[in-house]
């Protein structure tokens, strides 16, 4: 029966057992010469059953007890029918409840990376996994209501990418708390409104399969020095005017051998860029780099493209002044070579809404499919080979430009769109960005 049928026969049962009962007293009273006795005596004893059964209501709710089944009829019955019937419907549902959070914390115990919940304020443990315990050497109870910080003192890095709250970037390569033989990753995932959870990853074996193909990449890269330097020798002793025969194949050798020398030098600089951590901490003027990048432009465009510089940050960065400038080379270099004849390439240096600065190159070129800039800064990973292969890349400049960046705590943002050009800018935040100094002004 329906809650709302129930409640309908319950009124229409109790006023019809009451006006009986009022009209039986009644009846009484009159037989007796006292009707407004026998009526006031029926009310008192309909207010005692009633506080009678309201007192029983209450001390079961008090004491969390479940009803009994009610058989009876009216309002107090059905009462007492619909508590009893959402005490069975809570209690049912809480048991199933304490299942699913049963089996929860089972597959989160389960899981073989760490987990954690952290309150995003003060970052203080709420809850951990076993895994979370061996890889960060937490001991339960005694580490809840602490800082996750107190597990990385000497590591800068954990506060400031917890200070962030970088959800997309995971930290890598840590050394465990409990064991610096072992190498963690973190990553941070919005838990809740107040709470973070931070998942725990032992990397040990990926950091030094890693390694290894660092150490190889580097070792090979090396080894290749050798060899192409013997090959370069020998073709530049063979003059193409007394071997005409040859010209054409000695150019051709000349120029893939010059390919395979840039792309053993783009490895080189790719492993040593992975292999560091820090780079030197240096002023570097934008006005005069502006100027040098603008030249290089020139250089490389031979006058085919119409290069435009705007400083509109006037302000200068801090960071390595080589490094960084081999990363604005990459761009605009790729922005001339990927560019047609005629068309118009923008060097942009402005700042940010976060005070921030930010080195724009846009260009008019052909563009990039949307599929493909996800991937564009992987290695050797090209959009067309056979453009890329003309214009003589090795595939390997945004990679580096994305290492430049990461290594300085800033990042590559890129927008194209297929015939209407593409815009690669290098973000930093408002830590690298300092005054620009007079002397520093082209």
């Known amino acids: 029966m329906s809650v709302s049928m129930l409640l309908r026969l319950a009124w229409r049962q109790s006023l019809i057992r009451l006006l009986l009962f009022y009209a039986f007293a009644l009846g009484i009273g009159l037989a007796l010469g006292e009707p407004w006795w026998a009526l006031g005596l029926a009310t008192a004893v309909l207010a005692a059953r009633a506080y009678w ?7 079961f709710l008090d004491w969390r007890k479940q009803l009994r089944t009610v058989d009876g009829q ?12 959402r005490q069975t419907e809570n209690r049912n549902r809480s048991r199933r409840l304490v299942r699913l959070l049963r089996a929860y914390r089972q597959a989160a115990t389960a899981m073989p990376d760490g987990a954690l919940v952290i309150q995003r304020r003060d970052g203080r443990l709420v809850w951990f996994n076993k895994t979370a315990r061996r890889l960060l050497g937490l001991h339960y109870p005694q580490s809840l209501d602490t800082p996750l910080l107190d597990c990385f003192p000497e590591q800068p890095r954990v506060r400031e990418w917890l200070a962030a709250g970088q959800t997309d970037e995971p930290l890598l ?10 190498r963690i990753s973190l990553r941070l995932i919005p838990y809740s409104a107040t709470q973070w959870m931070v998942v725990v990853r032992d990397v040990t074996k990926l950091m030094r399969l890693e390694q290894v193909r660092r150490d190889f990449v580097a070792n090979v890269s090396h080894e290749l020095r050798t060899p192409l330097t013997v090959v370069h020798g020998y073709l530049d ?11 054409v194949m000695v ?5 893939q051998s010059q390919r395979m020398t840039q792309l053993v030098e ?5 492993s040593r860029l992975e292999a560091q951590e820090h780079l030197p901490e240096e002023p570097l003027a ?3 780099m502006l100027v040098t990048l603008r030249r290089e432009a020139e250089a490389l465009s031979q006058g085919r493209h119409r290069i435009v510089v705007e400083d509109a940050a006037g302000c ?18 790729n922005a001339v070579r990927y560019t047609p004849t005629d068309g118009r390439i923008v060097i942009r240096f402005e700042r940010t809404a976060d005070r921030g600065a930010r080195l724009a190159v846009q260009d008019s070129g052909q563009g990039i499919p949307a599929q493909h800039l996800p991937r564009i800064t992987e290695r050797f990973y090209r959009v067309s080979t056979s453009r890329s292969r003309e214009s003589g890349g090795t595939g390997l400049g945004l990679s580096i430009v994305k290492h430049v960046l990461s290594l300085h705590q800033a990042w590559l943002e890129i927008d194209s769109e297929v015939g209407r050009g593409s815009t690669f800018a290098c973000v930093f935040g408002p830590a690298r960005v300092r005054p620009r100094e007079a002397t520093g002004e082209a």
Do not use: C, Q
């Open 173 to 182: 390569d840590l050394a465990s708390p409990a064991d610096p033989m072992v």
């Open 53 to 59: 059964r309201l007192y029983r209501v209450l001390r």
């Open 286 to 288: 934008m006005a005069p």
């Open 266 to 270: 783009d490895l080189l600089t790719l």
């Open 74 to 85: 009216g309002l107090w019955a059905a009462l007492e029918t619909l508590i009893h019937r």
């Open 237 to 247: 002793m063979i003059e193409p005017e007394e071997h005409p025969e040859l010209a």
């Open 316 to 333: 200068d960065l801090v960071g390595s002044v080589k490094e960084l400038h081999s990363a604005f080379s990459n761009l605009v270099s």
């Open 251 to 255: 150019e051709e050798m000349r120029r």
